[in-house]
């Protein structure tokens, strides 16, 4: 039997094609994995444009989509994948890209989001919104009582600065009062 020409390229580049497909769709599962168990217990954060822009690739819709969703001052982490995934248009292509590509039936339901699931997230990013929102709150408590001691500090040390001054000056000069501080505005405390 003769060897058929360039039969050994063709069964590389399909070893090729299948190892970077499989990497692709472990990473894809790996990235489909976190962003599943966000809908039990999101996650809000301070929005950072570096971070939070990111982008993935989805090879079913064959587009660019917005990993997270953030309104420019917080950000809940996978949101925006997670809408993605429930969007009409997104489980229509996964049912097309799994038709072709013929993938596993039981890993299509892991790229698809229904709406009892959505419902989930959505409740559990309104828990994590007034979590982050306590967080920050008690934070602004902490800084304000932090500025009040340092400016209680500051008027003592004023005020002890202000004491030996006008003693020294009392002791100097003991007919003038005031030693023209109201003129320059300073009165004693």
């Known amino acids: 039997m003769a060897p058929v020409p360039g039969r050994k390229a063709v069964v590389r580049v399909g070893i090729l094609v299948w190892c970077l497909f499989a990497r692709g769709r472990v990473k894809k599962e790996s990235l489909v994995a976190a962003a599943r168990k966000t809908i039990k217990a999101a996650t809000v954060v301070k929005y950072d444009p570096q971070e939070h822009e990111q982008k993935f690739w ?7 989509v917005r ?3 953030s309104d420019g001052d917080l950000t809940v982490l996978y949101g925006g994948m997670l809408e993605h995934m429930r969007r009409p248009e997104h489980i229509k292509a996964v049912n097309r890209y799994w038709w072709t590509h ?5 890993m299509k339901a892991q790229f ?3 709406e009892d699931e959505y419902e989930r997230f959505k409740s559990s990013v309104t828990k994590a919104l007034e979590s982050y929102e306590e967080t920050e709150n008690v934070l ?3 800084i304000a009582g932090q500025i009040r001691e340092a400016e209680q500090s500051r008027m003592e040390m004023l ?3 202000l004491e030996v001054c006008f003693k020294k000056a009392t002791e100097k000069y003991p007919h003038q ?3 023209g501080c109201v003129a320059s505005g300073i009165t004693s405390v």
């Open 58 to 64: 989805c090879h079913c819709c064959e587009e660019e």
């Open 67 to 69: 990993k997270h969703t």
């Open 102 to 106: 013929q993938g596993e039936v039981k």
């Open 112 to 114: 698809i989001l229904t």
């Open 140 to 142: 602004i408590k902490q």
């Open 159 to 161: 005020k002890t600065v």
């Open 177 to 179: 009062s005031r030693f």
